[in-house]
């Protein structure tokens, strides 16, 4: 499965960044407030921490995320419920925004 992904990061640490999921492999990552969006759900994660993260779904998978919420009742946690690019650079704005005093 390895070989499934051209982009592949290994240990790395990821902070104050938009990361793009699909088409890469993280293992063992660390992400501190980071904004990770996934749209097709081609990823590999496997043993990576996450502090203060949102993660964004777009595409297929916001569509499979409403249907988790169908069937639990709930949205998966820390998930931001946006369709429109338009508000994913407001999002960004406004996490800026917290983090400066």
């Known amino acids: 499965m390895m070989d499934a992904y051209p982009i592949r990061y290994k ?7 938009k990361i793009e999921l699909d088409g890469k492999s993280f ?20 043993g990576c921490s996450f502090k203060n993260c949102k993660l964004l779904l777009k595409g297929n998978a916001y569509t499979v995320g409403k249907i988790i ?10 998930v931001l419920d946006i369709e429109e690019p338009l508000f994913e650079k407001n999002e960004l704005a406004n996490m800026r925004k917290e983090k400066d005093p």
């Open 27 to 46: 293992i063992h990552c660390d992400f501190n407030d980071c904004l990770m969006i996934l749209e097709r759900g081609e990823t590999e994660l496997s």
């Open 69 to 78: 919420r169908l069937f639990t009742g709930k949205s998966p946690l820390k």
């Open 11 to 17: 240990s790395s640490k990821f902070s104050n960044q």
